[in-house]
């Protein structure tokens, strides 16, 4: 089949969103599909990904969030969709520019799924726009229920979507690399990079968009009181800046983006992986560092403790509260307990691959494409 993917983030950028998508279109083009992907334009854009030919829509930069442009949704999209006659559109995050995706999809009769990997209205709180959160679930429930499918990637998001009377749900499964998430790749050279006093003796590593909902901030007390934790955060964002300044006068690392075996060294250098983050729909790099050998150690939200099960595979803390991080930290020191957690988070990393999600994802496509053919 012909599929059209139209989304509010693709290459170069980096993020879960992007890392979904090009593990599916992987899988999708092995399977003998033809790929096209409409994306915002950005610099350094390249015109394909593999044989999947990319298609860049003119875009804008808002003040409010710097870290990547905003395809601006026009009747161009009903004009590609004309020339590129999909057997079936997947709109990504239908906010702007994939929300009109839908609009042109609807209106011309193509077969439609959606997914939804950014949990917006609670992001806005973020912004200082909470007031907005009714308005947006009102937005986004229009969107959403024109598709056939609306793809979701924790049971956490299902049962959200579904208090919003969003229709349609289907999980999809996570997915890891597991050739490039291993242990193996412990690197002594890496693990002094990410170290910053190496007079401290753990090392704790974060992987991620560097943007306020991540709440990286929220470890800056705690990190005050401290006086044997380094910090790494790997990655970037529209907050780098402003954190390395409030970070300043602690040992943390910020390594900006790191890719291939760098960031697989990093993953496996660390003494343990930090999830401070309570507004993430999944949190993929969770699965990543099990699969790399670190206990994980993240704040409690209901998609971290769909993947985590205190003292069994990982570490549970409630998120500004500095004792309960204290007690995850101490744990560290039992030598038997982390080799358990290590152990049980690999088996439980194991059971993932980016073939069985994309998989998935395809069915869902094809589903819907048996569900428009039972309507004519």
Known sequence: MKIVIITETFLPATDGVVTRLTHAIDYMLDCGHEVVIYAPEM?????????ALIIPFKAVWFPFYRYRPWAIPTTDIQKQ?????????HS??????????????????????????????????????????PVIWSYLRHWHNLA??????????????????????????????????????????????????????????FVGRVAAEKEIDSLLPWLEQRDDVNLAIVGDG??????????????????????????????????????PSVSETLGLVITEAMASGLPVIAAESAPTKEQIKHLENGLIYQQGDKESLDQCLALLDQEEVVKNIVAK????????????????????????????????
Do not use: C
């Open 43 to 51: 610099e350094d854009m390249p015109i394909q990904y593999k044989e």
């Open 148 to 205: 056939a499918a609306n793809m979701v990637t924790s049971q956490a998001m299902y049962d959200l979507l579904a208090d919003n009377a969003i229709e349609n749900l289907v999980i999809l499964p996570k997915g890891v690399d597991l050739d490039q998430r291993d242990p193996k790749f412990y690197s002594e050279h890496m693990r002094e990079r990410l170290t910053a006093d190496p007079k401290r003796d753990k090392l704790l590593l």
């Open 345 to 376: 988070g690999q088996d439980y990393a194991q059971q993932f691959s980016w073939e069985n999600a994309s998989r998935a994802m395809v069915a869902v496509y094809e589903s819907a494409l048996e569900k428009q053919k039972k309507v004519e």
């Open 92 to 133: 990504v995050n239908p906010v702007g520019f994939a929300a009109a995706g839908i609009h042109y999809a609807v209106k011309m009769d193509i077969p439609l799924v959606a997914s939804f990997h950014t949990n917006v209205p609670q992001y806005l709180s973020y912004y200082h726009l909470d007031v907005l959160s």
């Open 81 to 89: 969709l004309a020339i590129d006659e999909p057997d079936i559109v």
């Open 238 to 275: 529209p907050e780098k800046e402003a954190l390395e300044e409030k970070f300043a006068h602690l040992p943390v690392t910020f390594t900006g983006f790191l890719h291939g075996e760098e960031l697989s060294a990093a993953y496996a250098s660390a003494d343990a992986f930090i999830f």
